[in-house]
């Protein structure tokens, strides 16, 4: 399923040939478009509005592509609707706000059109999950999600953190639900947008919403982002979808016999990390026979770097095993002031 068009509506003419474009690339099955935008600083071109939705409903006249638009008030559902918008999408700024999810939702009880619920800007899949819940409540059957990535402090290769576990661990969640990648908002740069977009291919993905205009240099909203109709084109034509599975009995062998390594080798490192703990309730006690403190600042720096060190060698990250070390110090000492409180 892609998804693509400008991220803002900003002339009829933009509109229409933008839309026009997309559509000729024969790769494309739905249109976007922004009119009302929530910007971060005031000033900032808003959208359009209702005038949007006029082009849209002629773009979609022109090309037979249904078209969709976000929403953030009940007035914007009220007048997408009127104009027949086929999809509406929660934006991430709104799907933060439960408040907003629950006005929406109550705008859309009784009609039958699809909604794609954006993640939320914070990396909060509760958060997510909860405005998902609302929209069904309110009877809203035909869902989607669109993971957009997460708002990231200070400067990082991506506009937005993709936390790809996130996206994984909702997927497992709601299952039922497609869920298609936002590479444009992740990547933040046209440049990353093919590495980005290949990314939600390997993990199965359902498809993409990719912005799109035919001036991206002199587009009124996320002008660094937005592709031209045929770079847009190319995009599409270069990116290799993965089955989700396949019968092919050598696969299906080779599959098992390294998954029976991976149960074995998981088995044997709980193992081992329940025996360490073992180790670290005893030095609590010796701590507590002796009246000593717990942390042991230059102790735990010293095993840090002796680990982390070893990094190059062992294959993995210096960012993973900084990650588990500290889940490891954050159990023993739970479990040594658990001894010290005996
Ligand atoms: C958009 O799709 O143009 C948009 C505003 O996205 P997000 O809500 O993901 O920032
Ligand atoms: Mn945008």
């Given at each position: 399923m892609i998804i693509a068009g400008p991220c803002s509506a900003e002339t009829r003419e933009q509109t229409l040939e933008t839309c026009r474009r997309v559509a000729a690339t024969g790769l494309v099955h739905i249109l976007r478009a922004g009119v009302w935008k929530p910007r971060t600083k005031p000033g900032s071109f808003e959208g359009v509005g209702m005038k949007g939705l006029v082009w849209m409903n002629e773009a979609r006249q022109e090309t037979g592509l249904p078209f969709g638009v976000e929403v953030a008030t009940p007035k914007h559902v009220e007048a997408a609707l009127e104009f027949g918008a086929d999809v509406l999408w929660v934006g991430a700024r709104t799907t933060g706000n439960p408040f907003s999810v629950q006005d929406i939702a109550d705008a859309l009880r009784g009609t039958d059109v699809t909604v794609l619920v954006k993640n939320p800007m914070n990396p909060d899949i509760d958060l997510w999950a909860g405005a998902v819940a609302r929209l069904q409540n309110a009877g809203v059957r035909k869902l989607g999600l669109i993971h957009r990535g997460f708002s990231a402090y200070g400067?990082?290769?991506?506009?937005?953190?993709?936390?790809?576990h996130l996206a994984i661990e909702m997927r497992s969640r709601m299952p039922e639900l497609p869920m298609i990648c936002d590479p444009s908002h992740i990547a933040g740069k046209r440049e990353y947008l093919r590495e980005v977009a290949q990314k939600g291919a390997d993990l199965n993905f359902d498809g993409l919403i990719i912005e799109s205009h035919i001036c991206p240099a002199q587009a009124l909203s996320d002008a660094a982002q937005q592709v031209t109709p045929d770079d847009l084109e190319t995009l599409l034509r270069s990116i290799v979808w993965r089955q989700s599975t396949t019968d092919n009995p050598e696969y299906k062998d080779q599959l098992s016999a390294l998954r029976r390594q991976i149960d074995q080798i998981d088995a044997e490192t709980f193992e081992l990390l329940s025996k360490r703990m073992r180790v670290a309730e005893q030095i609590g006690r010796v701590k507590r026979q002796n009246n000593?403190?717990?942390?042991?600042g230059g102790r735990w720096n010293s095993i840090v770097e002796k680990v982390v060190a070893q990094a190059p060698q062992l294959g993995v990250s210096e960012e993973f095993l900084k990650t588990v070390l500290e889940a490891i110090h954050l159990e023993s000492i739970n479990l040594q002031n658990k001894v010290m409180n005996e």
């Open positions: 400067v990082s290769r991506y506009r937005n953190n993709p936390m790809w000593v403190a717990i942390l042991q």
